[in-house]
């Protein structure tokens, strides 16, 4: 009894050192090889661009492990990004509002979104996968409507500043998603709500019985999900100067990929936003490193796919491990 209890402790070590050393090595090899593929990789220039240019597929990746460690998925937050940026740059440009009461109001809007994903799964019962891919499609089709399928431009300086702006030498965007990142971190790690969305990813059931008030704690990771996926529409709008109604199409996938390369349980319950956010810095060497050596739109797809089933397969792995 106690050589398997000891064989277990073993494998439930290995399987979280797999877990959470994965994301290192994985980011480690990807800057050794483009450092040395690319002389341009190591540029202060270039590292600072990764970091600007991936801050809205972090802050998304922060909300989408929420969403995850409660054992959902959120496949709408590309499209509400979208749908945030269209919506504060229309209010802006077309009807006179002050830039920050448009920011607001976008903000308002990813919320609302996150929060109806949530009803759908808690109260609704639909399957998270489900109900979130319905939701995409709905924001996505309102974002063209209220486009019109054209971009939206000239929200003004006080707008730009939050994608271009710079403070203390370090770029504004940068700051923004360190700040999202460290009360993410604070709010898993430090507080009771932290507490209850890992009981809920380990077991729906149990954490009920324990006292956890499970579908107000699931139905405010969604809202949270979604109020940060507004957070990213804003910080893409603000750096492309306009509102884009075809923008971050497939961020979604980026975000979970993210989340699942950091170390976040397809399962539930595992995970953590540090690790998320270093799983979207290794997809965005990624994408900068073949950038760097101009391979192709379409063959990047395909590797960041099989990047994505290799950490899904490691997840799985260490799951098997773990319940053994």
């Known amino acids: 009894m106690t050589t398997v209890t000891g064989v277990q402790a073993r494998r439930a070590i290995f399987a979280s050192w797999l877990r959470r050393g994965t994301v290192f090595i994985i980011l480690l090899t990807l800057v050794v090889f483009f450092s040395l593929a690319s002389d341009r990789f190591l540029q202060s220039r270039n590292l600072v661009n990764i970091l600007v240019q991936n801050a809205p597929v972090i802050v998304m990746a922060v909300g989408m492990t929420m969403a995850m460690l409660v054992g959902g998925i959120d496949l709408s937050v590309g499209s509400v990004a979208a749908l ?20 607001l109001v976008g903000l308002v809007v990813g919320l609302a979104i996150g929060l109806l994903n949530g009803v759908l799964v808690v109260y609704g019962k639909l399957p998270p996968f489900v109900a979130t891919l319905a939701t995409m499609g709905i924001a996505r089709g309102l974002t063209l409507v209220y486009t019109e399928g054209r971009p939206i431009s000239g929200m003004g300086d006080a707008y730009t500043f939050w994608g271009s702006g710079v403070v203390a030498e370090v770029p504004v965007p940068v700051i923004v998603w360190l700040v999202i990142v460290a009360l993410a971190y604070l709010l898993l790690t430090q507080t009771r709500f932290g507490l209850h ?18 579908n107000r704690v699931k139905l405010l990771t969604y809202g949270i999900s979604g109020l940060l996926a507004g ?73 960041q796919g099989i990047v994505l089933v290799l950490a899904v397969a490691v997840d799985m792995y260490t799951k098997r491990l773990e319940n053994r």
């Open 197 to 214: 969305v890992y009981a809920i990813g380990g077991g729906e059931e149990t954490a009920r019985l324990a006292g956890v008030a499970v």
């Open 84 to 103: 945030a940026g269209a919506i504060s740059a229309g209010l802006i440009v077309r009807d006179g509002l002050s830039v920050y009461a448009g920011m």
């Open 231 to 303: 957070l990213a529409g804003l910080l893409l709008t603000a750096r492309l100067w306009s509102a884009q109604p075809q923008v971050a199409v497939g961020f979604e996938l980026n975000a979970i990929a993210a989340a699942v390369l950091g170390g976040v349980s397809l399962f539930g319950g595992v995970g953590s936003v540090l690790g998320a956010v270093v799983g979207a810095l290794i997809v965005g060497v990624l994408g900068n490193g073949m950038n760097l050596l101009r391979v192709a739109s379409y063959p990047q797809q395909v590797i």
